[in-house]
């Protein structure tokens, strides 16, 4: 019998995506596999009744910790278009100082298989295993692929820029890293993923693509072609960084259509979604950019990266 512990950090704005995401880890764990579910939560964020629902049907612990702004060390910083949830991450261990491993999820994830192989990655010598970001470095068409590359020749010599989505965090040894995290200074566009890159050059494994795969984007050339292939033959760990699940104009239909069975499988379905996306844009920031960048809103859509991303 092997045991996991699986966090998630979330507001009330992505209950509903991180409960889709719960739901999918505790369905396809295998058998035998007793799991345990992290949430790290902002003042306040609704879904705990729902979420602790799922946990329980699955016989399944789940350790629901609200976490309140004095606790958060980055608070201070000047990330006023950013919710404060997206740095939980990078404090976890002072969260939960008795846990040696975290298995970290963002909220718009799909998991697809069993993550006790992930789970038991050593990374003993290592602060974090992550995915090296998919960002096309190599087309100076791509903005997104343009400050991947500048802010690795900048702060990290050109190594490898990690995706944060997916992060198998040594507990000890992110907590010697932490003055780093919080007194490294670099120009972001993405806060969290940025300082957790430039703090911890050198002490990151890399993972395999297939448990960090952002479905509608071109794998770039510079993974491995075997990591390729096994990431498109038998993926692991959606990722919905590029465009949200819901979204049926802009989503492949079998990831769609995955997406949709497991929401459904749990009461939730696309339009909610959608509706609470909308009405989010709306309330932030009225028919202008929002604190996403390369995503505006316009009318009854929001346009990601030059793409109708959402519509009502």
């Not at 492949?252 to 949709?260: D, E, T």
């Not at 339009?271 to 929002?290: L, M, S, V």
């Amino acid at each position: 019998m092997s045991e996991i512990n699986i966090l998630y950090t979330f507001d009330t704005r992505f209950w509903r995506l991180a409960a889709v995401s719960i739901h999918s880890v505790l369905k396809n764990r295998a058998r035998g596999t007793e799991c345990t579910i992290y949430c790290m939560v902002a003042p306040r964020t609704a879904g705990r009744h729902k979420i602790k629902k799922i946990v329980n049907a699955a016989g399944a612990r789940l350790v629901w910790r609200v976490v309140w702004p004095h606790e958060n060390p980055f608070r201070k910083n000047d990330f006023f278009r950013w919710s404060p949830v997206i740095f939980y991450r990078l404090f976890a261990h002072r969260i939960f100082p008795n846990v040696d491993r975290l298995l970290y999820l963002d909220s718009d994830t799909l998991v697809l298989g069993d993550l006790s192989g992930l789970y038991r990655t050593d990374i003993s010598g290592y602060v974090l295993g992550a995915v090296p970001d998919m960002a096309p470095t190599q087309d100076e068409n791509n903005k997104n692929g343009q400050y991947v590359k500048n802010f690795s020749e900048k702060y990290l010599g050109g190594g490898c820029y990690f995706n944060s989505g997916v992060l198998l965090i040594n507990m000890r040894n992110m907590a010697r890293c932490e003055h780093a995290l919080q007194t490294v200074t670099v120009e972001t566009t993405y806060p969290d993923q940025d300082i957790m890159n430039a703090a911890l050059v050198g002490q990151i494994l890399s993972l395999e693509l297939k448990y960090n795969l952002a479905p509608g984007i071109n794998i770039p050339a510079t993974f491995p072609l075997r990591q390729i292939n096994a990431a498109k033959k038998h993926p692991v760990v959606l990722h919905f960084y590029s465009g949200k699940p819901y979204n049926y104009e802009f989503m492949p239909r079998k990831i769609y259509s995955l997406f949709y069975k497991a929401a459904t499988e749990i009461g939730l379905y696309p339009d909610d979604f959608i509706k609470q996306e909308i009405k989010y844009h709306r309330r932030r920031r009225p028919n202008a950019k929002t604190h996403i960048p390369f995503l505006h809103v316009k009318g009854n859509k929001l346009i990601l990266f030059g793409i109708i991303s959402l519509r009502v």
